[in-house]
């Protein structure tokens, strides 16, 4: 099976090397992703928005023969879906990784635009349940990997025109949650709840990680995408 690899903001096609070796020993063709705009600012990333990373995943799978898996990762998320939205007659699953289907409009986040940029935070930004599984090394090692994202990505609303998307079967792999709390959680997000709910066929599968497992745990993840790519 071909999967597609979408990296969440501030990451490029890296973030996955600990989780291919998993992929590919299962018989796999992995195809990691470096999204446009990926460390560019100022005029070379104001015209850079949501629309064209979801054109990059859908160049990436019209270059491959036959069904894919798509994967992503965060806000990688809102690519994922908006590939299925355009080819879901390739896409044979999608899996989110600690991230869930958006709905039609809405956007990743709102982050500070630094000369039409978002540079990436910093580790200390984000709260515990987060971070708490990346060690001190951990963190000086994959700050290296992340890079600013073009200003209006995160912010972009994402456009969604295709119900047969509701079709593709997906599996969210949540970091702390199971099914029956992640249940409890998106009953509260509105349009969320009724985009997930529109899904013929969701699986939820708790990691048991922060929100970066491909750092903290990529064995395990591999092992989960593995799994979720063979039912």
């Known amino acids: ?20 070796p998993a992929l590919e020993q299962a018989g796999h063709r992995t195809h990691p ?7 560019a600012s ?6 850079i928005g949501m629309a064209e990373w979801v054109a990059a995943g859908v160049a990436a799978v019209d270059e491959v023969e036959g069904d894919v898996v798509v994967v992503g990762h965060s806000g990688g998320g809102n690519v994922t879906w908006g590939v299925a939205d355009a080819r879901p007659e390739r896409v044979r699953r999608v899996i989110f990784v600690d991230t869930v289907p958006p709905p039609p ?10 000369d039409g940029a978002v540079p990436f935070p910093g580790w200390d ?3 515990d349940e987060d971070v708490h599984d990346l060690d001190d090394a951990t963190r000086a090692r994959t700050v290296g990997l992340t890079q600013s994202v073009p200003g209006r990505v995160p912010a972009d609303e994402i456009q969604l025109e295709n119900p047969a998307r509701h079709s ?21 997000w509105g349009a969320y709840a009724e985009e997930f709910h529109a899904i013929a066929d969701a699986e939820v599968v708790r990691i048991g990680s922060g929100h970066w497992p491909q750092f903290s745990v990529p064995q395990r993840l ?4 593995v799994a979720a790519v063979a039912r």
Not at 1 to 20: K, N
């Open 1 to 20: 099976m071909d999967i597609i690899l979408i990296p969440g903001l501030w990451l490029d096609a890296r973030s996955w090397d600990d989780v291919i």
């Open 33 to 39: 992703l470096t999204l446009p705009g990926l460390g």
């Open 42 to 47: 100022g005029p070379a990333a104001s015209d």
């Open 105 to 114: 409009g809405s956007g990743i986040n709102e982050f500070e635009v630094v």
């Open 125 to 127: 930004f984000f709260p």
């Open 168 to 188: 593709v079967p997906v599996t969210l792999l949540m970091g702390g949650l199971d099914e029956e709390a992640f249940e409890a959680t998106i009953a509260q």
């Open 222 to 225: 591999g092992e989960l995408l």
